[in-house]
Antibody, heavy 125, light 108 residues
Framework: QLQLQESGSGPVKPSQTLSLTCAVS??????????WNWIRQPPGKGLEWIGS???????DYNPSLKSRVTISVDRSKNQFALKLTSVTAADTAVYFC?????????????????WGQGTLVTVSS | SYELTQPPSVSVSPGQTAGITCSGD??????AYWYRQKPGQAPVLVIY???ERPSGIPERFSGSSSGTTVTLTISGVQAEDEADYYC???????????FGGGTKLTVL
């Protein structure tokens, strides 16, 4: 059973960089046919897709965050990471990592089929 | 930017039928997916490819699609169905993922 687990550096001050890692267990991040994603949810609000990294290392980002986001992968550690620069209080949220199938043969289509439990990141001075 | 529109809230009595809509211009071209989220938990997939139900999801959950609107229907609502529900899809090119704003289902 695939499992994803977020971890991070804890509270972040305004204007600093938020850094999170998602460790993948029970399967290989290099198995192919999937993208690895970050999604966030501000307290009491809805889900917002942040971005994806694909098998070949290419990325897609939410246009509203693109200038501040970098998603990378470390295949040797079977994990992927999120960096969000110049944070403000509006970036306070629960951050989820999730897997999404990317091939036409996916039985469940292009849904997010595995999620981490989420980690709350607070931006405060 | 592309958006999916959901009603903020829906209320039903136990045993009744709840319908939650999701509207978006790209829905005729892109499949929609529905997730249920309970407080403090990650979302769980309840409908995929507009109308299909994953294993383990009760038969009372169903999905339908018509033009630019997809609908999640919960028949015979139970107290345990009280949760937030989100639709998810992609823009016309499929590159950018989008979630609806979410609908809070209240079981009266």
């Amino acid at each position: 059973q695939l499992q994803l687990q977020e971890s991070g550096s804890g509270p972040v001050k305004p204007s600093q960089t938020l850094s999170l890692t998602c460790a993948v267990s029970g399967g290989s991040i290099s198995s192919g046919g999937y993208s690895w994603n970050w999604i966030r949810q501000p307290p009491g609000k809805g889900l917002e897709w942040i971005g994806s990294i694909y098998d070949d290392g290419t990325t897609d980002y939410n246009p509203s965050l693109k200038s501040r986001v970098t998603i990378s992968v470390d295949r040797s550690k079977n994990q992927f990471a999120l960096k969000l620069t110049s944070v403000t209080a509006a970036d306070t949220a629960v951050y989820f990592c999730a897997r999404r199938c990317t091939t036409a043969s996916c039985f469940l289509g292009y849904c997010f089929d595995y999620w981490g439990q989420g980690t709350l990141v607070t931006v405060s001075s | 930017s592309y958006e999916l529109t959901q009603p903020p809230s829906v209320s039903v009595s136990p045993g009744q039928t709840a319908g939650i809509t999701c509207s978006g211009d790209a829905l005729p071209k892109q499949y929609a997916y529905w997730y249920r989220q309970k407080p403090g938990q990650a979302p769980v997939l309840v409908i995929y490819k507009d109308t299909e139900r994953p294993s383990g999801i009760p038969e009372r959950f169903s999905g339908s699609s018509s033009g630019t609107t997809v609908t999640l229907t919960i028949s015979g609502v139970q107290a345990e169905d009280e949760a937030d529900y989100y639709c998810q899809s992609a823009d016309n090119n499929g590159a950018y993922v989008v979630f609806g704003g979410g609908t809070k289902l209240t079981v009266l």
